[in-house]
C-alpha cells in the first residue's frame, strides 16, 4: 500500500533519562501547585492531539501516571474522532467535525496505549491514524528489535523536544508482502452515466466536505459512473497486484472487452499510481483490505460502503479498436462486496459491506487536462460479477 508510509524512519525517543523523568513524576506537581496538596490530587498532563487524512499526532507522546487530558483537534477534511486503548480501557470521543475540537479526560496507569481514530470500522487506523501512548517508563509494548534499544540509547540524556511527539510505527499496519491474483468471470457489464442511487444517503457525507469537493461530488451524484444504467457486454481481465510497502507496489494485468456500442477496448496495466487521487491525500498503490466508501467517510460517497480485499490505482495503456488512445490512462480497481443485484444489476444496498467480495470493478478515466474517452460519459466503466482472487503471502 503506498498510500501509507510504512517505512517510516523511526524516530522513537526515548524521554527516559532518569533525571528527566524523575523532575516530571515528582518535581512537577510541587513546583506547579501553589498549594502543596500535590500528593493527594497530582496536577494533570495535556497532550496535544493533532487529527488529519491519514495520521494522528500525539504531542507529547509519553507522559506520567495519572490525569491526562487530550486536547483534540480535527485538523483534517472529513470527520474523526479519537480514542485510547489499553491496560484495559477503551474510551474516545465522539465523531469531531473538520475544524472542530473535543477534550477528553482519563486517568492512566503506567503502559502503553494505542491512540487511534475509530472511524471508518478500521479503516482511518489502517490508513495511518494511529500511533502510541507511553505512559510513565514503560518500553514500547511492540518494540523489540535492536534499533529502537540503538535508539534509546542514543538520546538518552538528550531533553524531549517536540519532534518526539512524532511516534510513527508503520511496520504494525501492512508490513507484509503480499501478492493476490485477480481474474474477472461471470457476467461483464458496463456500467454508463446516470445517477447515483443512493445521492440522499451520500449527501450526508458530501455536507461535511470542502466547497470544492461538494461541486465536484454533487455533479458525479447526477452522471457518475456509479449509476443503475447498466449494459452486458463481453470481456476478459486478469491482474497481480503486489502490496509491498511504500516503494514495491506493483501491478501488471490486462483487460479486454467490447463495450455498449460495438468498440474493442485494451487496457494494460503499466504501473501503480501513486500520487495523490484529487481530494484523497495518501491514497494510490495496492491496498489489501480495506473497509471504505459509502457512509465510513474514507474516499467518494458515491459508491455504497463496501469492503474490498483489494484495491489499487494504476496507470495503463489504453487500446480502442487496436488504436492507442494514450499511455496514461488512470485505473481503479476493486475487488469488492457486491453492490449489485444479479438480477438488473442495479445498486441495491447503500451498506454492502457484509456481502461476499465476488465483485471486481475496473474503471478507466483519462487523466487531468487530457481528453475524454470515446465513450458514454467519457470514461470506462466494467464490472465482473462472480470474479476471485487468491492471495498469497510471501
Ligand atoms: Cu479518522
Known amino acids: 500500500m503506498n498510500a501509507v508510509p510504512k517505512r517510516l524512519s523511526r524516530s522513537i525517543v526515548s524521554f527516559t533519562s532518569p533525571l528527566y523523568v524523575f523532575c516530571v513524576v515528582l518535581a512537577m506537581p510541587c513546583f506547579a501547585s501553589p498549594y502543596g496538596h500535590a500528593a493527594e490530587k497530582p496536577m494533570s498532563s495535556a497532550v496535544k492531539v493533532n487529527l488529519t487524512e491519514w495520521k494522528l499526532q500525539l504531542t507529547p507522546a509519553r507522559v506520567p501516571p495519572g490525569p491526562v487530558i487530550f486536547e483534540v483537534t480535527n485538523a483534517g477534511t472529513i470527520p474523526h474522532a479519537f480514542e485510547v486503548e489499553g491496560r484495559g480501557l477503551e474510551r ?4 469531531i467535525q473538520p475544524g472542530a475540537s ?4 482519563l486517568d492512566l496507569r503506567a503502559g502503553s496505549y494505542e491512540a487511534y481514530c ?3 470500522k478500521g479503516s482511518h487506523k489502517m490508513l495511518g491514524m494511529m500511533n502510541h501512548l507511553i505512559v510513565g517508563n514503560a518500553r514500547h509494548a511492540t518494540t523489540t528489535n535492536d534499533k529502537d534499544e540503538e535508539g534509546e540509547k542514543h538520546a538518552a540524556g538528550h531533553e524531549p523536544t517536540e519532534e518526539h511527539g512524532e511516534h510513527e510505527l508503520g511496520e504494525e499496519y501492512g508490513g507484509g508482502n503480499n501478492i493476490m491474483r485477480v481474474t474477472g468471470g461471470g457476467p461483464a457489464i458496463q ?4 445517477p447515483f442511487p443512493f445521492a440522499d444517503s451520500a449527501m450526508a457525507v458530501i455536507r461535511n466536505r470542502p466547497a470544492d469537493q461538494q461541486a465536484d461530488l454533487t455533479h458525479k451524484a447526477h452522471m457518475g459512473p456509479y449509476s443503475n444504467n447498466v449494459a452486458k457486454i463481453s470481456g476478459d481481465i486478469s491482474l497481480v497486484a503486489i502490496d509491498h510497502g511504500a516503494s514495491g507496489d506493483s501491478v501488471s494485468g490486462v483487460a479486454e472487452f467490447t463495450a455498449q456500442d460495438g468498440s474493442r477496448w485494451k487496457v494494460m496495466m503499466d504501473r501503480v499510481q501513486t500520487k495523490d487521487v484529487p481530494f484523497n491525500p495518501r491514497f494510490g498503490g495496492v491496498i489489501m483490505g480495506l473497509f471504505y466508501h459509502g457512509a465510513s467517510g474514507v474516499h467518494t460517497p458515491l459508491v455504497p460502503t463496501i469492503q474490498s480485499s483489494l484495491a489499487l490505482w494504476a496507470v495503463a495503456h489504453l487500446y480502442r479498436n487496436d488504436q492507442l488512445v494514450t499511455d496514461d490512462a488512470m485505473v481503479h480497481i476493486m475487488l469488492l462486496s457486491r453492490t449489485r443485484r444479479t438480477s438488473d444489476w442495479a ?5 454492502c459491506s457484509d456481502r461476499p467480495i465476488e465483485e471486481l470493478q475496473l474503471q ?6 487530457t481528453p475524454a474517452f470515446d465513450a458514454p460519459g467519457g470514461f470506462l466503466f466494467v464490472n465482473w460479477e462472480k470474479s476471485s482472487g487468491q492471495s498469497v503471502s510471501l
Open 92 to 95: 474516545s470521543t465522539p465523531q
Open 102 to 105: 473535543a477534550t477528553l479526560r
Open 118 to 120: 475509530p472511524v471508518g
Open 191 to 194: 456500467i454508463l452515466p446516470g
Open 347 to 351: 445498486l441495491d444496498c447503500w451498506d
Open 364 to 369: 478507466v478515466t483519462p487523466a487531468p487536462n
